[in-house]
Structure formats: structure tokens, C-alpha cells
Nanobody, 116 residues
Framework: QVQLVESGGGTVQTGESLRLFCTAS????????MGWFRQAPGKEREFVAA????????YYADSAKGRFTISRDNVKHTMNLQMNSLKPEDTAVYYC?????????WGKGTLVTVSS
């Protein structure tokens, strides 16, 4: 099994930046693609960004392109999401996701609040 713990959430103002962290533990050998999802109040969980196992390919939702950058460190078993130019509509709980052995694992989330 894989355990994921997110951190780095908080409250910022519009236009500011925030960096989210996801730390994986457990069976981290052969950890596959990882990603970030978010869920705003009253809305469904949505995709934000993803990165393949080697870090050579990244994918972003249209809302994140140009503002967010995903990265990972397979030695430290961590994944980061650098979020710049934050907007109030980025307010959500952000969840870390990882694929391992054809299974999906989720963290418990970290809250990001962007005030106008």
C-alpha cells in the first residue's frame, strides 16, 4: 500500500503564490504517475495536474496551464505543485493522487483558500 500526505495549503490573496507538497510512504518502489486534483465547495473533484513516473511528461488542466508547475523527486518520494498567480476560483481542497500496481491512492487533502 501507499500512503500520501499533503501539506503546504493555506490562505493567500489573489495574485500570490503557494507551493503544495505530497510525500509518499509505504510501497514507493515502482510508484507510477502522480497528480493533483482539487474539490471546491459544492463541486466535484477535478483534475489539476499530473506527472509521469520519470517526471519527463507533465499534464495540466486548462485552468492550471501557465500558472501551476508540477514536479517530483523519486529519491525523496515527493511531488510538488507550485501555484502562481492564484485566483479566488482556485480555492479548494487539493488532493494528491498516485498510481501503484494498477491501484489509485489518495491523500486526505490540504485546503487552499484564495481571498479577493
Amino acid at each position: 500500500q501507499v500512503q500520501l500526505v499533503e501539506s503546504g495549503g493555506g490562505t493567500v490573496q489573489t495574485g500570490e503564490s503557494l507551493r503544495l507538497f505530497c510525500t509518499a510512504s509505504g510501497r514507493t518502489i515502482d510508484l507510477g504517475a502522480m497528480g493533483w486534483f482539487r474539490q471546491a465547495p459544492g463541486k466535484e473533484r477535478e483534475f489539476v495536474a499530473a506527472i509521469n513516473w520519470s517526471g519527463s511528461s507533465t499534464y495540466y488542466a486548462d485552468s492550471a496551464k501557465g500558472r501551476f508547475t508540477i514536479s517530483r523527486d523519486n529519491v525523496k518520494h515527493t511531488m510538488n505543485l507550485q501555484m502562481n498567480s492564484l485566483k479566488p476560483e482556485d480555492t479548494a481542497v487539493y488532493y494528491c493522487n498516485a498510481k501503484w500496481n494498477s491501484m489509485n491512492f489518495w491523500g486526505k487533502g490540504t485546503l487552499v483558500t484564495v481571498s479577493s
